[in-house]
């Protein structure tokens, strides 16, 4: 008998102990295996304005000007201070490696700080976490959004547990320094929870005050906060944004909620356990937002309204360009955490079974995705390997680049050599001048045309107006042709000496810029080596100027 109880203990031992690593093992499995390094090129305007920091040149862009490249001054911020802990280690490896820690710290909180009754819902909201395509995606890509879901996770799980509203607003203004974004988003929420907390007036004749402070409280620290970095930027930059944010904003207007809508819906639609999480959460908050007691924790509300207010955040910028629904990505694991709490609140099993069920096909998704969309899963050759990080070999974007980068070097160092200092002009601000500025520094002068690195089209009055899109400024070859001599006389933005970008075998763009005194120096074609189908194309070109 005593035989039996020890093996049934052993064995229930073992199944907790699976039951807790379990997130992390598909966590990383999902990762490593399945998707590998994962993205955009956009990551690395991050890592230059980084990599300036760590080096003693502030936030400075690619070119060492006082422009902030980047849309999150505290990512910035904490890979500078990375890179001056550990300098032997490259930018895009510890960039790689803090957004999966942050993503495996996002799980841990979720198991950790569940509470004893909910032990087994945090474990469980975990290994769904974990399961779920766009966040361990973009955990495995180098971008904030993963960080900005740590920030109000762990905002949320603290005023769960603690039901302290002053401390839950100060870890929430940490959002208003991660994402350009975050403070309208906050701001949104605390008039949300105020709505909420005067429908409670109206039917009990008594305000729910712990709702309330809890929405004054992330009002007032959101405020704070970002004018304290508004500040900050305009002393510094002379600008309160990030300058993507003026090369990408549109305003609201009817086209960018169409848009926002669009591309909701269809990211949406591509992941239907998060739509059905979304759902969920949504439905608690507004049932308790009528059923609730003034003694009631007010996390599981103010969950659903912060859900809310990100998604109109979503809708009214027009949405996003990238895969895998990045901007859904900050709220993730909050979405998956309270919604799992909403479903175990009922009879055990058929929420146990329910929340099993959801993990099987968020899962199947996940690997759908990685067959379909994913960047990752390169095969890169060995010749390549020691000169870029694993992130970047692993990434069929990045290794459409390296090889680029490596097939232009020599060019661009016989230009260097017979100019002394050269101006580069392209739309892609990623890795290719990321490397080409460690290698040539300032003898490279680098023009973003779509005016995310650099402002010169932004400044110059002759092409400030030009119409901005989710991409960047729409400004093409053909207008700036049109107009290069005068530009270069009135904003003095010269013309430059190399030309890369995307597109070799766009016959109509290369006799274009051809045309203009021009010639094709380098082209590669063909698709990116990759296990399973190619996905990215090696198209990219680069000119130098005829003298």
């Known amino acids: 008998m005593r035989s039996a109880e020890s093996t049934?203990?052993?064995?229930?031992?073992?199944?907790?102990?699976?039951?807790?690593?379990?997130?992390?093992?598909?966590?990383?499995i999902n990762g490593f295996w399945l998707y590998g390094s994962t993205g955009r090129d956009d990551v690395h305007i991050t890592y230059a304005e980084a990599l300036n920091l760590a080096n003693g040149q502030g936030f400075t862009n690619i070119n060492g000007d006082h422009i902030e490249q980047s849309s999150s001054i505290l990512h910035v911020a904490i890979l500078g201070g990375l890179k001056a802990l550990f300098p032997m280690i490259s930018m895009p490896a510890l960039g790689g490696c803090l957004t999966i820690v942050a993503g495996a710290l996002s799980l841990l909180i979720m198991m950790l700080f569940s509470g004893a009754k909910n032990r087994r819902t945090g474990q469980i909201a975990a290994l769904a976490t974990s399961s779920s395509t766009y966040f361990v995606y973009w955990a495995f890509g180098g971008l904030e959004s993963v960080l900005a879901a740590l920030i109000i996770l762990t905002a949320f799980v603290y005023l769960l547990q603690k039901s302290k509203a002053a401390s839950f607003g100060a870890i929430l203004s940490l959002y208003?320094?991660?994402?350009?974004?975050?403070?309208?988003?906050?701001?949104?929420?605390?008039?949300?929870?105020?709505?909420i907390s005067s429908l409670t007036l109206a039917r009990r004749g008594k305000i729910d005050w712990n709702l309330a402070k809890s929405g004054i409280y992330a009002i007032l620290f959101g405020l704070a906060v970002f004018l304290a970095v508004t500040t900050f930027r305009l002393q510094y930059f002379g600008r309160a944004f990030p300058l993507p944010v003026y090369a990408k904003s549109t305003g609201l207007s009817l086209t960018a909620f169409c848009d926002?809508?669009?591309?909701?819906?269809?990211?949406?639609?591509?992941?239907?356990?998060l739509l059905v999480l979304i759902l969920i959460i949504i439905c608690g908050t507004a049932y308790k937002s009528f059923t609730a007691e003034p003694k009631d924790k007010p996390a599981h509300i103010m969950a659903g309204l912060f859900t809310l207010s990100v998604l109109a955040f979503i809708i009214?910028?027009?949405?996003?360009?990238?895969?895998?629904?990045?901007?859904?990505?900050?709220?993730?694991?909050?979405?998956?955490?309270?919604?799992?709490?909403?479903?175990?609140?009922?009879?055990k099993k058929l929420p146990t079974l329910c929340l099993i069920a959801l993990c099987f096909i968020m899962a199947f998704q996940t690997i759908s995705f990685s067959g379909n969309q994913s960047t990752g899963r390169a095969t890169p050759p060995a010749t390549l390997e020691g000169q870029y990080s694993w992130f970047e070999l692993q990434n069929q974007v990045h290794l459409r680049d390296a090889f680029f980068i490596n097939g232009i070097q020599k060019f661009v160092s016989d230009e260097i050599n017979r100019k002394g200092k050269i101006v580069v002009l392209s739309a892609q601000a990623g890795m290719v001048p990321f490397y080409l500025h460690q290698t040539f520094g300032d003898r490279m002068r680098f023009v973003d045309i779509r005016a995310l690195a650099t402002d010169e089209f932004l400044r110059c009055p002759l092409t400030s107006r030009i119409p901005k899109s989710k991409y960047g400024l729409m400004y093409d070859y053909s207008s700036y042709f049109e107009t290069a001599n005068e530009l270069e006389e009135k904003c003095g933005i010269p013309i430059p000496d190399l030309i890369f970008d995307l597109g070799?075998?766009?016959?109509?763009?290369?006799?274009?810029?051809?045309?203009?005194?021009?010639?094709?120096?380098?082209?590669?074609?063909?698709?990116?080596?990759?296990?399973?189908?190619?996905?990215?194309?090696m198209d990219q070109v680069l000119f130098v100027r005829n003298y």
């Open 260 to 273: 926002g809508f669009t591309y909701l819906f269809s990211q949406l639609l591509e992941s239907t356990g």
């Open 504 to 537: 070799n075998e766009n016959q109509e763009r290369l006799k274009l810029i051809t045309n203009h005194n021009y010639h094709v120096a380098f082209a590669q074609k063909g698709y990116v080596p990759a296990s399973g189908k190619p996905r990215v194309a």
């Open 176 to 195: 208003s320094i991660i994402r350009p974004e975050g403070f309208f988003v906050i701001l949104l929420f605390g008039v949300f929870t105020l709505a």
């Open 8 to 28: 049934h203990s052993r064995t229930r031992s073992i199944l907790n102990f699976l039951l807790i690593i379990s997130p992390f093992l598909v966590f990383f």
């Open 316 to 347: 009214a910028s027009g949405g996003d360009w990238m895969e895998g629904g990045r901007f859904l990505v900050p709220i993730i694991p909050l979405v998956t955490f309270f919604s799992c709490l909403n479903i175990s609140a009922g009879e």
